[in-house]
């Protein structure tokens, strides 16, 4: 299983039925085909808060911002080996992603960090605080009033270009791109009402962003949104998203996910795999792209 996004072709045909499906608001664009139980606070994954494909297939890297662990998941919602992290480095893990040459980046909300993790013997640990990055300064007055808990919420890898994005969860909800080695911001989108970010689930100042992934193939971030109960499908060249919302039928009946806050694309079976923190009811959906 190749985990990344769809074809061109496949993800135009798929842009344009979603883009028809959200405007009627009749068909649906996600049919569930399965869901999996995930917590489990014996191992210290009670707070799920973040999903990426590692190199290894059919496996997820994840992490709960409960504790100090990475986390390797099944697609079928199975937790594998969990790596514990030095005490000093804490909890608060909100977000995970792998890069090409097997090193893991997590991301710490209240700290605004990203520490890359490599596999080395003994394992390899590198901190770096985003608000000392090479360019922050041209971008703080953005930061100013940013609540500790709307601080960074996703992140993700072009695995071409070694480039980094980032995404802020809200007030402001903004998009940062980060050279590979992580000196420098690169650039910052805020991910306005103007750029297709907007949801019938929330009001704008309420619309945050939980998770994000990138996909190689088309060179588009998919960017999960918790308020709004959606996944918008971003073109940083075009600065444009469309919506996809995270709804499906159940038992004959329309059924939104809820507290979503990883997301995975796997490109040649057309799956999205949704990973929720809802207590004790956090899950690993995995829906098929009609």
């Known amino acids: 299983m190749k985990v990344a996004s769809s074809t061109p072709?496949?993800?135009?045909?798929?842009?344009?039925?979603?883009?028809?499906?959200?405007?009627?608001?009749?068909?649906?664009?996600l049919k569930l085909l399965d869901s999996f139980e995930v917590r489990n606070k014996h191992k210290g994954y009670s707070e799920p808060s973040?999903?990426?494909?590692s190199s290894v297939e059919g496996l997820f890297w994840t992490v709960s911002d409960a504790d100090a662990k990475l986390h390797l998941l099944t697609s079928n919602g199975e937790l594998k080996n969990a790596f514990h992290l030095p005490e000093a480095l804490g909890a608060d893990l909100e977000a995970v992603a792998s890069r090409p040459d097997g090193s893991v980046l997590l991301v710490q909300e209240r700290d605004w960090a990203i520490t890359v993790l490599k596999p080395t013997t003994p394992i390899s640990l590198e901190r770096t605080l985003i608000r000392r990055m090479h360019g922050f300064a041209r971008y703080a007055h953005l930061f100013g009033a940013n609540p500790s808990n709307k601080g960074p919420e996703g992140i993700t890898v072009d695995p071409e270009t070694g480039t980094v994005f980032l995404a802020i969860e809200g007030e402001p909800r903004v998009l940062m791109t980060l050279a590979p080695d992580l000196n420098e911001i690169v650039n910052v989108t805020v991910l306005s009402k103007d750029k297709?970010?907007?949801?019938?689930?929330?009001?704008?100042?309420?619309?945050?962003?939980?998770?994000?992934?990138w996909s190689p193939f088309s060179n588009t971030l998919w960017m999960l949104s918790d308020t709004g109960k959606c996944v918008f499908m971003f073109d940083p060249k075009t600065n444009k998203a469309e919506r996809i919302d995270l709804k499906f039928r159940?038992?004959?009946?329309?059924?939104w996910v809820k507290n979503a806050e990883g997301i995975v694309v796997d490109e040649e079976a057309h799956r999205l795999f949704i990973l929720t923190d809802d207590g004790k009811d956090a899950r690993l959906f995995v829906f098929e792209r009609l």
Request: aromatic share 8%; proline share 4%.
């Open 9 to 29: 072709l496949g993800l135009f045909a798929f842009g344009l039925f979603m883009c028809v499906a959200v405007s009627s608001c009749q068909a649906e664009t």
């Open 50 to 53: 973040g999903l990426s494909p």
């Open 196 to 213: 297709g970010f907007a949801s019938p689930k929330a009001k704008d100042r309420e619309l945050d962003i939980s998770g994000l992934a």
């Open 250 to 255: 159940k038992s004959g009946e329309k059924t």
